[in-house]
T-cell receptor
Framework: DTGVSQDPRHKITKRGQNVTFRCDPI?????LYWYRQTLGQGPEFLTY????????KSRLLSDRFSAERPKGSFSTLEIQRTEQGDSAMYLC??????????FGSGTRLTVV | DAKTTQPNSMESNEEEPVHLPCNHS???????IHWYRQLPSQGPEYVIH???SNVNNRMASLAIAEDRKSSTLILHRATLRDAAVYYC?????????????FGKGTLLTVNP
């Protein structure tokens, strides 16, 4: 296993467009997390899946954001009607025990 | 999650030891102390964790105060590749979601 993969690495989109990011976690990890990071800040928790069930969503996750993890494997994060304030690094992480957290390299979103 | 306090930045010389402090005066008995670091354009990576006793691994050592209200991450011989943002995080072992709450961390600069 090569770790957590995220695709794409970079995305530039026009305001108002929809974007979708993909995360492939470590295969034996049943927990999957999405975080958002803006410049100069630490990552902020967005949402958490245990297997295919989305068990927690942050207040940061507005109605324009939706995440899925079909079949408990890969996950997607979609942002509808993007705004300039959505520009950030979107990080995915996976874990089983909480001591084996592994992050991907992230998707950098720029909304112009 | 309990709050941690870290210096915004620290500077070190190559091949010298580095002591990165973290205060967590409101730590509870079930909180683990985790350290992660984030290199430029990368996701955070796990460094070390501990509960009460000092811990060593191939990357670093973690010294935990007897009252657990502070801890210190020790890099024994800093290299240029250790230049990163270091995050000290408390994670409640009693919770089930294992999410991490990041602060701003300490930006470590290593001088050649």
């Amino acid at each position: 296993d090569t770790g957590v993969s995220q695709d794409p690495r970079h995305k530039i989109t026009k305001r108002g467009q929809n974007v979708t990011f993909r995360c492939d976690p470590i295969s034996e990890h049943n927990r999957l997390y999405w975080y958002r990071q803006t410049l100069g800040q630490g990552p902020e928790f967005l949402t958490y899946f245990q297997n295919e069930a989305q068990l927690e969503k942050s207040r940061l996750l507005s109605d324009r954001f939706s995440a899925e993890r079909p079949k408990g494997s890969f996950s997607t994060l979609e942002i509808q009607r993007t705004e300039q304030g959505d520009s950030a690094m979107y990080l995915c992480a996976s874990s089983t025990t909480g001591f084996d957290y592994t992050f991907g390299s992230g998707t950098r979103l720029t909304v112009v | 999650d309990a709050k941690t306090t870290q210096p915004n930045s620290m500077e070190s010389n190559e091949e010298e030891p580095v002591h990165l402090p973290c205060n967590h005066s409101t730590i509870s008995g079930t909180d683990y102390i985790h350290w992660y670091r984030q290199l430029p354009s990368q996701g955070p990576e796990y460094v070390i964790h501990g509960l009460t006793s000092n811990v060593n691994n191939r990357m670093a050592s973690l010294a935990i105060a007897e009252d657990r209200k502070s801890s210190t991450l020790i890099l024994h011989r800093a290299t240029l590749r250790d230049a990163a943002v270091y995050y000290c995080i408390l994670r409640d072992s009693g919770g089930s979601n294992y999410k991490l709450t990041f602060g701003k961390g300490t930006l470590l600069t290593v001088n050649p």
